[in-house]
């Protein structure tokens, strides 16, 4: 889906460094809320941002854990912010679900595209359908991936 000539975001947070261990706070073992995000060389031509959340190493194939769209250009997400519009997660819910692998230690990645237009798809659309609107708009892209393994068996997969 990534042409090779897209411009690189820098995604970094102050809650974890690049290949580290996320904190308990965003996971479901903490508060379920979601970590503050910095989005840096957002080119000047993108009109939105898109954030996908997911964990490639979930047993059931990658599991979708936030998904927001049309996120006006801005350079931060706060900590428990909703930037955009949310669709649905693979939790069932409109909102950010936490890392909580059922076993062993999992990859989060927080990917950021910047598009040249906003997208118009419905909340509560699934990862497919704003894919696909988003396609041949995205300009630029840069991820953060953290990593997270359960301290106790939990209620979520």
């Known amino acids: 889906m990534l042409q090779t000539h897209l411009k690189a975001l820098e995604?970094?947070?102050s809650a974890f460094k690049a290949n580290g261990l996320?904190?308990?706070k965003y996971t479901c073992e903490g508060?379920?809320?979601n970590p503050p995000l910095n989005i840096k060389e957002v080119p000047l031509e993108a009109k939105s941002l898109v954030l996908i959340v997911e964990d490639p190493d979930a047993p059931k194939g990658t599991w979708l854990h936030w998904l927001v769209w049309n996120i006006r250009i801005i350079h931060r997400v706060n900590e428990n912010e909703v930037?955009?519009?949310q669709g649905l997660n693979d939790f069932g819910r409109n909102a950010y679900g936490g890392?909580?692998?059922?076993s062993g230690k999992h990859r989060y990645f927080f990917?950021?595209?910047a598009l040249d237009d906003l997208l118009d798809v419905p909340e509560s659309s699934l990862k497919k359908v704003v894919e696909e609107a988003m396609r041949h708009h995205i300009i630029a892209y840069g991820e953060l991936v953290g990593v997270y393994k359960k301290s106790?068996?939990?209620k979520k997969t």
Do not use: A, L, N
Request: hydrophobic letters at 25%; one cysteine or more; charged letters at 15%.
């Open 99 to 102: 890392p909580c692998p059922p």
């Open 31 to 33: 508060e379920d809320i």
């Open 83 to 85: 930037p955009g519009v």
């Open 11 to 13: 995604i970094t947070s």
């Open 111 to 113: 990917k950021v595209y």
């Open 152 to 154: 106790h068996t939990g």
């Open 22 to 24: 996320i904190p308990v």
